[in-house]
């Protein structure tokens, strides 16, 4: 895959899932430094995309883009001070994938990308080769993102 090519499957699939649920809402919420939820997903959905091509995986990419950009669906701003936002680290992908379910019909795979993102913090690790690749991309999108 081109990284046109690359952009243009994200974008369809972020205008889905912003005609059929809240993925625009994620655009007002900060996740590292001056990064939206929204450009976060964005990014991890592109690299995810790159690996997945680097490791000549040849399956359907539609769940590794949906999962990817579903993974922090998690819709409010974490930096608030509220009891509900605790523990955001342990808890995001929860949230995330009960917002989602809310709105979208998941696939397997597209569930366990996003329930399995925080390995290791919480000690369930993916098990399937797209909830990995998410899981390794998110890791360095959130360095990057941090650091920039
Ligand atoms: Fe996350
Ligand atoms: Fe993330």
Known sequence: ???S?????????VRELSRDGRMQRSRNFIQHGS???YEHSVRVAYYSLSMADFLHLHRDRRELVRGALLHDYFLYDWHEKDKSH???GFRHPFTALR????DFTLSRR???IILRHMFPLIPAPPTCLEGWIVCMVDKGCSVYEVIK
Do not use: C, F, G, Q
């Open 110 to 112: 597209e569930r366990n």
């Open 5 to 13: 090519d690359r952009k243009r499957l994200i974008a369809k699939h």
């Open 99 to 102: 917002n989602a379910e809310a």
């Open 35 to 37: 990064t939206s939820v």
């Open 86 to 88: 605790n523990l955001h």
């Open 1 to 3: 895959m081109t990284p």
